[in-house]
């Protein structure tokens, strides 16, 4: 069982910066992809950005690309979203997910991911 728990969210100013942080209680947090989703107001849960298991492969939207960073520490079981230039419609729940797999192929699909967090508030104000 995986067991993943995000902070870091909070609100902001645009054009300001958050570090969201996910926490993975499992034994080998080396061998799972993460993901980084996140649900706006009246929207459906989208991808954000994810990286492999050993985080040479990433994978971002459009909309974040040039702004966010995802990484991991497979020492500390801890994936990172770094969100610079926030814009108001960035304001979601941000969700961390994760999928075992050693494939290099990050997927942006949410059925592709077995185990979530509860979720962080972010909300980015104009």
């Known amino acids: 069982q995986v067991h993943l728990v995000e902070s870091g969210g909070g609100v902001v100013q645009a054009g300001g910066s958050l570090r969201l942080s996910c926490a993975a209680s499992?034994?080998?947090?080396?061998?799972?992809?993460m993901g980084w989703f996140r649900q706006g107001p009246g929207k459906e849960r989208e991808f954000v950005a994810g990286?492999?298991?050993?985080?040479?492969?990433?994978l971002y939207t459009d909309s974040v690309k040039g702004r966010f960073t995802i990484s991991r520490d497979n020492d500390k079981n801890i994936v990172y979203l770094q969100m610079n230039g926030l814009k108001a419609e960035d304001t979601a729940v941000y969700y961390c997910?994760?999928?075992?797999?050693?494939?290099?192929?990050?997927?942006?699909?949410?059925?592709?991911?077995?185990?979530w967090g509860q979720g962080t508030q972010v909300t980015v104000s104009s």
């Open positions: 997910a994760g999928r075992a797999t050693y494939s290099n192929i990050v997927s942006r699909a949410r059925n592709d991911y077995d185990y």
């Open positions: 499992v034994r080998i947090f080396s061998m799972y992809a």
């Open positions: 990286l492999d298991w050993n985080g040479r492969s990433t």
